[in-house]
């Protein structure tokens, strides 16, 4: 062990290098290991599961955004699963509503997050919103959904990979607020005692 100090200043940002060489052999077989309590880190890192997903038809490709794993379970919601790191694009049987899950682990901990995608979706012709008024779209900053006195009704936005942006029950009338969504396509879905309405959205 070769321990290495350096005076700091609380508060300030700091940049090390470090660097090691091995020079009685031809095997680079040296390393440098630093554990997050040297730095005054916690003893236990969580490893975030995260990933992006980008629907093409009925073909979902995913990208791992997950950090501090060694491990990774997919689940495609479709009794597919694998432990690949990064799993190449994966190909729906036929159209519905899949949970697309990665579970990461690692020395101490593990996370879970998932999204889910429909396959078919943007194929079907958009229902009917009787009784509703949805505007602007194009949407700008806020979306407005007016319905007609005394309407209760579940709503779900998703962008075009399925994911749930916002979701919830209201009467009568709703804002959701939009500024900090990325320009695209979107999915509104409404639900009430008299059926289940989708509107496309897009935001610009």
């Known amino acids: ?22 020079i009685g052999d031809n095997i680079f077989d040296s390393g440098v290991f630093i554990s997050t309590l040297s730095l005054c880190g916690p003893g236990l890192v969580q490893p975030p599961a995260q990933f992006s997903a980008q629907l093409i038809d009925n073909t979902v490709t995913l990208t791992n955004e997950s950090r501090y794993a060694t491990s ?9 699963t694998t432990e690949e790191r990064n ?23 593990s996370d879970t997050f998932s999204t889910t995608v429909e396959i078919g979706v943007s194929s079907t012709e958009e229902i009917t919103l009787e009784g509703f008024d949805i505007f602007p779209n194009p949407v700008q ?19 075009i ?19 900090d969504w990325k320009r ?8 009430t005692d008299k059926g289940v309405y989708t509107k ?3 935001l610009h």
């Open 161 to 179: 990979s399925g994911r749930l942006l916002a979701k919830g029950a209201q009467q009568d009338n709703l804002t959701i607020h939009t500024g």
């Open 184 to 191: 695209g396509l979107y999915l509104l879905t409404l639900r």
């Open 72 to 80: 990774w379970h997919w689940d495609f919601g479709d009794q597919t």
């Open 87 to 109: 799993p190449g694009p994966h190909t729906y049987a036929g159209p519905g509503t899949y949970e697309v899950t990665l579970i990461t682990e690692n020395y101490c901990c």
């Open 200 to 202: 496309k959205l897009s």
């Open 1 to 22: 062990m070769l321990p290495a100090t350096y005076a700091s200043t609380n508060g300030q940002t700091y940049h090390v290098k470090i660097g090691v060489t091995d």
């Open 141 to 159: 900053d806020e979306l407005n959904i007016q319905a007609e006195a005394g309407t209760s009704f579940e709503f779900e936005v998703r962008d």
